[in-house]
């Protein structure tokens, strides 16, 4: 299994400018969740997805940021526009549809905003 | 609402010095699951090991051993031997019953093993 996968690794962006990032769940995983890791506010969700619905997106910060799940294989989370205190690591994790099932991360997607 | 306390931010030991990186957590559920992840220099969120509620056996992995006490609201995790390779930031997480395997962590705590 190729784990998930999260694209890309590494973006640096200008103020304003829309990003998005991406993410492949693991094959038969029905859950998709987004989490943001900053120092100051360590690792929080954004937003969960089951069976490509969302469920819960209170953790979203502002209207700038929007996530899909168009299909069972693939998550995006924009960012539009993107501010310099959107800089941070933004994970992407799946589980399996299973109450207290472990969560697989991706490896992550470094953004700066300068 | 969920909470998860990791008070140790960062912990420093010499290699073979064993190290016990502590979680409280707090939760009105009757069931629910604790975690603990581990996040090595390059970053990635590495799945450690689950419990629930149910569950208060220790369990022992290799070097790594957890006490999970219900009473004290804790899940400790201890590492026996270090090795400089267990230099890492842990976390422990939690998920409530009907939560969706959504998780809460806590602040994390840095170990550095030095040789």
């Known amino acids: 299994d190729a784990g998930v996968i999260q694209s890309p690794r590494h973006e640096v962006t200008e103020m304003g400018q829309e990003v998005t990032l991406r993410c492949k769940p693991i094959?038969?995983?029905?859950?998709l969740f987004w989490y943001r890791q900053t120092m100051m506010r360590g690792l929080e969700l954004l937003i969960y997805f089951n069976n490509n619905v969302p469920i819960d997106d209170s953790g979203m910060p502002e209207d700038r940021f929007s996530a899909k799940m168009p299909n069972a294989s693939f998550s995006t989370l924009k960012i539009q526009p993107s501010e310099p205190r959107d800089s941070a690591v933004y994970f992407c994790a799946s589980t399996r549809d299973r109450e207290g099932t472990e969560a697989f991360f991706g490896q992550g997607t470094r953004l700066t905003v300068v | 609402a969920q909470k998860v306390t990791q008070a140790q931010t960062e912990i420093s030991v010499v290699e073979k010095e064993d190290v016990t990186l502590d979680c409280v957590y707090e939760?009105?559920?009757?069931?629910?699951?604790l975690f603990w992840y581990k996040q090595p220099p390059s970053g990635e969120l590495v799945f450690l090991i689950r419990?629930?509620?149910?569950?208060?056996q220790n369990e022992i992995s290799g070097r790594y051993s957890w006490n999970f006490q219900k009473s004290t609201s804790s899940f400790n995790f201890t590492i026996t031997a270090s090795q400089v390779v267990d230099s890492a930031v842990y976390f422990c997480?939690?998920?409530?019953?009907?939560?969706?395997?959504?998780?809460?962590f806590g602040g994390g705590t840095r170990l550095m093993v030095k040789p």
């Open positions: 997480a939690l998920s409530d019953n009907n939560a969706g395997n959504m998780l809460t």
């Open positions: 419990r629930n509620s149910f569950d208060e």
């Open positions: 094959s038969g995983h029905n859950s």
């Open positions: 939760t009105r559920d009757t069931t629910y699951y």
